[in-house]
């Protein structure tokens, strides 16, 4: 195994910080080190310097593409955090429905996306509470990660057994088709309703023409010190619509001297 020096993983971690926010503190040397030994091993790298290089030498970007699939960790399912989807059903479906005046658009953006269960989960409860009615709106989810990996896999919109467990099996009969054994498709009519995009958190200009009702951006703030999350949030307020929310992960939480949203309940904050 490849050792990293001290100047080695300070000048990636730098790298990774600055243009993806993402915070490699000491403490994730060994899993970084763990995660990038066997391209440095495919590609026949002597040091993490050389690999280092040719991550900035690389003009295509897929080798930064790699890099970032290899560090960020992935974890989720479906119905993950279930009190969130239980007050985005019962209390903000039924206040922004009442009150989006025509057009019917109801935007919401799923940021950070990973392989696509909680924007296809809240395309489900939509379609669930909307009904007969759902034609009338436009209630298509922006899903956004850095990682192609992970859109990839979102976008085909497949999965195991396993990974569908916490699934009511009214949802698995209506939302999902058998593929085989040991795995399930999400229906074409919840696939469409999911736009899945490649985006970094970390641009200063978000490109959206209009703000979101919205914003799901759970369990990915971990990974950003104080000020990196903190100037997202306030990015993030910019492009919330006035009573619409935030919804951040169980495990996160916002100073709130420092934002403009007001908390509701845990890991939910609205913009008033």
């Given at each position: 195994m490849?050792?990293?020096?001290k100047?080695?993983?300070?000048?990636l971690?730098?790298?990774?910080?600055?243009?993806?926010g993402?915070?490699?503190?000491?403490?994730?040397?060994?899993?970084?080190?763990?995660?990038l030994?066997?391209?440095?091993?495919?590609?026949?790298?002597?040091?993490?310097?050389?690999?280092y290089?040719?991550?900035?030498s690389?003009?295509t970007?897929?080798?930064?593409?790699?890099?970032?699939?290899?560090?960020t960790t992935?974890?989720?399912?479906?119905?993950?955090?279930p009190?969130h989807f239980?007050?985005?059903?019962s209390?903000?479906l039924?206040?922004?429905?009442?009150?989006?005046?025509?057009?019917?658009?109801?935007?919401?953006?799923?940021?950070?996306?990973?392989?696509?269960?909680?924007?296809?989960?809240?395309?489900?409860?939509i379609?669930?509470?909307?009904g007969?009615?759902k034609?009338?709106?436009?209630?298509?989810?922006?899903a956004?990660?850095?990682?192609?990996n992970?859109?990839?896999?979102?976008?085909?919109?497949?999965?195991?057994?396993?990974?569908?467990e916490?699934?009511?099996?009214?949802?698995?009969?209506?939302?999902?088709?058998?593929?085989d054994?040991?795995?399930?498709?999400?229906?074409?009519?919840?696939?469409?309703e999911?736009i899945?995009?490649?985006?970094?958190?970390?641009n200063?200009?978000?490109?959206?023409?209009r703000k979101?009702?919205?914003?799901?951006?759970?369990?990915?703030?971990?990974?950003?010190?104080?000020?990196?999350?903190?100037?997202?949030v306030?990015r993030?307020?910019?492009?919330?619509?006035?009573?619409?929310?935030l919804?951040?992960?169980?495990?996160?939480s916002?100073n709130?001297d420092e934002?403009?949203y007001?908390y509701?309940?845990?890991?939910?904050?609205?913009?008033?």
């Amino acid at each position: 195994m490849l050792h990293i020096s001290k100047k080695e993983f300070d000048q990636l971690a730098a790298y990774v910080k600055s243009n993806y926010g993402i915070n490699l503190t000491e403490k994730k040397k060994t899993l970084v080190v763990g995660r990038l030994q066997n391209i440095l091993q495919q590609m026949n790298f002597t040091s993490f310097s050389d690999y280092y290089d040719y991550v900035m030498s690389d003009t295509t970007g897929e080798a930064v593409t790699t890099l970032i699939n290899k560090i960020t960790t992935n974890h989720t399912f479906f119905m993950r955090e279930p009190d969130h989807f239980d007050f985005f059903a019962s209390t903000v479906l039924p206040y922004l429905s009442a009150t989006i005046k025509r057009p019917l658009d109801l935007r919401i953006w799923s940021a950070g996306c990973s392989s696509g269960e909680e924007p296809y989960t809240l395309a489900m409860i939509i379609a669930d509470f909307f009904g007969p009615q759902k034609p009338l709106w436009d209630t298509r989810i922006l899903a956004t990660d850095i990682s192609v990996n992970v859109i990839q896999k979102a976008k085909a919109g497949i999965y195991s057994n396993e990974r569908i467990e916490g699934v009511p099996e009214a949802w698995k009969r209506k939302y999902f088709r058998k593929v085989d054994e040991n795995n399930w498709a999400v229906v074409d009519s919840i696939r469409n309703e999911v736009i899945f995009r490649i985006f970094n958190l970390m641009n200063t200009v978000f490109p959206f023409k209009r703000k979101f009702h919205v914003i799901f951006c759970r369990n990915v703030m971990i990974y950003f010190d104080q000020q990196t999350k903190m100037e997202l949030v306030n990015r993030f307020y910019e492009y919330t619509e006035p009573g619409g929310y935030l919804f951040i992960g169980h495990s996160e939480s916002l100073n709130r001297d420092e934002t403009k949203y007001k908390y509701v309940m845990p890991a939910v904050y609205r913009k008033e």
